[in-house]
Structure formats: C-alpha cells, structure tokens
C-alpha cells in the first residue's frame, strides 16, 4: 500500500467528496485524515464549501412546497398588518400636532390668536385652491411673514393635514378593500 502523503490526499480530497474514489483509495485516504490534523481539517473546509454550493441543488423540496408556501402566505393578515401602523402614524401624528398647538397657546397667547388667524386664512385659500401644499407655502410666501413660526407651524399642520386628506382619500377610493376593515 505505501505510505500516502498529504499530497497524494490533496490531490483525491474532490473526487472524494464527489464520492467517485474506488473504495480502497476511499479507505486509504480516511485512514490518513483519521492521523493527519492538516489534512483533517483543509477536508473539513472543503466539505463546508462543497455543502454551500451543493445544497441549494441537491435539497429535496416537498411535493407541496409550492402550494404549502402560497398557503401561508395567503393566511397571513396583511390588511391587519398595514391597519396599525397607519392608524398609529394618524394618532400619533394629531396627538402631536395638537399637543404642540396647546403648549404654544399656554406659552405665547397673543401669537396664538395671529396664528389661529392665519390658519383660518391658510385653510380658506387651500379650500379655494382645492389644496395642494404648494399652495400653502406660496400663499405663506406672499403674505411676507414666513419668519412668523406660528405661521409656519400653521401651514405644516396644514400641509400635514392635507397628506392625512390625500391618505384617506387614497385608502377610501384606490383601496376600498381595506377601507372595509379599516372601517373609518
Ligand atoms: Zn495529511
């Protein structure tokens, strides 16, 4: 038989892991892994690389994956999964808004009254431009008191509010289905 080598293993570790060595080079070979640490190990890396590209080929999927897998998805709740978050988003989003409106009317009332003013005169052009965020801040613009936060603020709520409109609108019209469950 002689003495093998770790070249003469090197050399067989493919054909091995193909399973194409006769069963005596087959025996000899392991026989050498069994005693030899280097060899052991580069066929232990070997095995780990040649399971990553072999696996995707050689795993056997069940008869009904396809069918089994498009199951479960269809029973997932997707609806219920959109339903928080926009509805979370909404809330969270008002509870801000008005929050921030509260806490400016308790600090600085006299600004309050300027800002409940423009935001009257903000939401008239809006309805009268039939919205449009665009419109908002041009109209903010023109009227040269851009540095006025309470005016600012006042169109961001609006600005906001319009994307809230144009959500509802969108989920009521283009999406009537989850309209159903989200039963506004
Ligand atoms: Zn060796």
């Known amino acids: 038989m002689g003495s093998l080598t770790c070249d003469w293993c090197e050399e067989r570790f493919e054909p091995f892991l193909d399973d194409a060595l006769s069963a005596g080079e087959r025996a000899r070979l392991l026989g050498h892994v069994d005693d030899c640490d280097a060899c052991r190990g580069l066929l232990e890396e070997l095995r780990v690389v040649d399971a990553l590209l072999l696996e995707p080929r050689t795993i056997e999927l069940p008869e009904n994956f396809t069918f089994a897998t498009m199951a479960d998805v269809h029973a997932m709740p997707l609806p219920c999964a959109r339903r928080a978050p926009i509805a979370a988003l909404l809330a969270a989003y008002i509870a801000g808004a008005w929050s921030l409106v509260g ?82």
Do not use: C, K, N, Y
């Open 103 to 184: 806490a400016a009317f308790l600090i600085i009332p006299q600004h309050m009254t300027a800002f409940v003013q423009h935001t009257l005169a903000v939401t008239s052009t809006v309805l009268a431009a039939l919205g449009g965020i665009g419109h908002v801040f041009a109209h903010l613009g023109d009227r040269g008191d851009m540095s006025s936060w309470t005016t600012v603020a006042g169109g961001v709520i609006l600005a906001d509010a319009l994307v809230v409109v144009a959500v509802v609108a969108a989920l009521r019209f283009v999406r009537p289905r989850i309209v159903e469950r989200l039963r506004w």
